[in-house]
T-cell receptor, first 113, second 110 residues
């Protein structure tokens, strides 16, 4: 039982490049989330999904896209990377009504130069 | 929209001293969660509080949910170096997505 797995762990992108951050979970959780965390700051919700085929915007969705074709996978796409997207990205999953909170992945540290 | 504020932002304590972080919401919360993030790590779920006035303990950690369900606190008794990290509270919006507070970074001086 691996929990939530994120790849890659680190990445450096040039301005204008694109990439996909991968996230997969093996806990059969319906809900999945993407957060970003800037240095010394809290977590901001980018996008979330309540089940396969359903996605919705969070607090800071601009510059990102997501898809949820399966229960397990919830990739985050960055198009035309900008320095403002330099951050640590965390994927998380949960089940609705659960008393066990979110399970987070170990994060992807992204630098845009 | 949903806002959850935490104070203090930073706290330095001598090992053995107590520590408290406070979480305040602009709206009534159906429940509140607490997480701990070690330096360089990811947030790890600690506890969820649901009932008005609820108090829960985990060893040296005491969590409280206010009577009005708009505030919460985490108190650590006799801190240890293993308590170092950032503590976040998180409250749900109407869609049950959790919005995180700004966090309190705890440094424990041996």
């Amino acid at each position: 039982n691996a929990g939530v797995t994120q790849t890659p762990k680190f990445r450096i992108l040039k301005i204008g490049q694109s990439m996909t951050l991968q996230c997969t979970q093996d806990m059969n959780h319906n809900y999945m989330y993407w957060y970003r965390q800037d240095p010394g700051m809290g977590l901001k919700l980018i996008y979330y999904s309540v089940g396969a085929g359903i996605t919705d915007k969070g607090e800071v969705p601009n510059g990102y896209n997501v898809s949820r074709s399966t229960t397990e996978d919830f990739p985050l796409r960055l198009e035309l990377a900008a320095p403002s997207q330099t951050s640590v990205y965390f994927c998380a999953s949960s089940n609705p009504g659960s008393h066990y909170g979110y399970t987070f992945g170990s994060g992807t540290r992204l630098t845009v130069v | 929209g949903q806002q959850v504020m935490q104070i203090p932002q930073y706290q330095h304590v001598q090992e053995g001293e107590d520590f408290t972080t406070y979480c305040n919401s602009s709206t009534t919360l159906s429940n509140i969660q607490w997480y701990k993030q070690r330096p360089g790590g990811h947030p790890v779920f600690l506890i969820q509080l649901v009932k008005s006035g609820e108090v829960k303990k985990q060893k040296r950690l005491t969590f409280q949910f206010g009577e009005a369900k708009k505030n919460s606190s985490l108190h650590i008794t006799a801190t240890q170096t293993t308590d170092v990290g950032t503590y976040f509270c998180a409250g749900p919006n109407t869609g049950n997505q959790f919005y995180f507070g700004t966090g309190t970074s705890l440094t424990v001086i041996p």
